[in-house]
């Protein structure tokens, strides 16, 4: 399994949807990344966000749908992403959407590591979009 580089904080997220047909060589990324999520170091950040697992045996493609407390949508293709990019997206998400995360930026002024993981992931998004993410 791939180990995260921090903890996992589910402060502004609502909902993960992680979906999958167990059966089918491509869910790892997916099924690991449900691990990290509902883990109990990550469900404490949050105890009201729904980890909701939808085992499916149709052959489906593995998906994770994750909505934000300000009605956000972030769709991942689990067979396009490793669980590593996975994890750095959501986190790269909710760090923007955390109002204590930007008052944290201001104070060490000029641009965090939040912001360059934010922007590298915008480059990767952008050159695989069509494959992996959907921004709603």
Known sequence: MAASGGAVVLKTVKKIIVQFCPFESNVRSTREFLIMVGAEKARVTNRNCEVITDVKHDQSEPTIDITFLDGERLVMKGSKLTTQEML??????????????KAGDKNFGGTSEVNQQASIFRHRKISTSAQCCVEM
């Open 88 to 101: 750095s997206a959501l986190q790269t998400r909710c760090s923007a959407k955390d109002p204590q995360a």
